[in-house]
């Protein structure tokens, strides 16, 4: 197998191992077993990309501006629309906040994805 074939092929959905092989249409994980079609996989990873308020696809390292202002839970700190946020994680944070990320002024917090647009 060369290295572009190993490409193509993605990890598996279960436990994440690059492993997976193709076995007739399905693609299957040696380590826990998972079998899986390539067009599952596909609509799995468009179903779980993130997008900004205007569903504008979010990668790490982005910019991103505030659209609303948010209060910073547990203090009197507001963000305030327009802030610009650079370098930005993903994350699969708790209660929807998927974005982590450091403000100036403010320090490091979470924001979800619903409240900023791609700068």
């Not at 948010?70 to 930005?88: D, E, F, M, P």
Request: proline residues 6%.
């Amino acid at each position: 197998m060369t290295d572009h074939e190993s490409e193509a092929i993605p990890p598996c959905p279960e436990c994440n191992e690059a492993y997976s092989y193709e076995q007739g249409h399905l693609l299957v994980c040696p380590m826990c077993g998972h079998e899986w079609s390539p067009a599952e996989a596909a609509e799995a990873a468009e179903a779980t990309a993130i997008t900004d308020a205007f569903g504008t696809p979010l990668s790490d390292g982005d910019t991103i501006t505030v659209i609303k202002d948010l209060k910073v839970k547990g203090s009197s700190l507001v963000v305030k629309v327009g802030t610009k946020v650079r370098n930005i994680r993903l994350a699969d944070g708790f209660g929807g906040h998927d974005i982590d990320c450091k403000i100036d002024g403010i320090g490091p917090m979470q924001l979800k994805s619903e409240f900023v647009r791609k700068a």
